[in-house]
Nanobody, 121 residues
């Protein structure tokens, strides 16, 4: 069974940095798109950044130039480096991956458990 396990996050001051990582475990043939979403209290979940298997990156406008997404295709890990953090970045961050498990014919979308990022002013 495929699972995504997140680590990182926590508390930072405005202007500071935090790192997130997410590893896919289980019987996996291939992973296509990987990404990070976030959800602040009372708001809908929104895309933060996405990266294709070929390392093409896409960012929400509010994080461009501050956040960097990267991936390891061998270990099935996605990273999010967050610099110049702002209080409005405070949210629960979720990783997501499009995974082809060994026991499926089609890609399945999986989500991490979520990790809290809190930025104080």
């Amino acid at each position: 069974q495929v699972q995504l396990v997140e680590s990182g996050g926590g508390l930072a001051q405005a202007g500071g940095s935090l790192d997130l990582s997410c590893v896919a475990t289980g019987s996996i043939l291939r992973v296509n798109n990987m990404g990070w979403y976030r959800q602040a209290p009372g708001q809908q979940r929104e895309l933060v950044a996405q990266i294709t298997r070929g390392a093409v990156e896409n960012y929400q406008d509010s994080v461009k130039g501050r956040f960097t997404i990267s991936r390891d295709n061998v270990l099935n890990i996605v990273y999010l480096r967050m610099n110049s953090l702002k209080p409005e970045d405070t949210a629960v961050y979720y990783c997501t991956m499009d995974v082809l498990p060994t026991d499926h014919e089609n890609y399945q979308t999986y989500w991490g458990q979520g990790t809290q990022v809190s930025v104080s002013s």
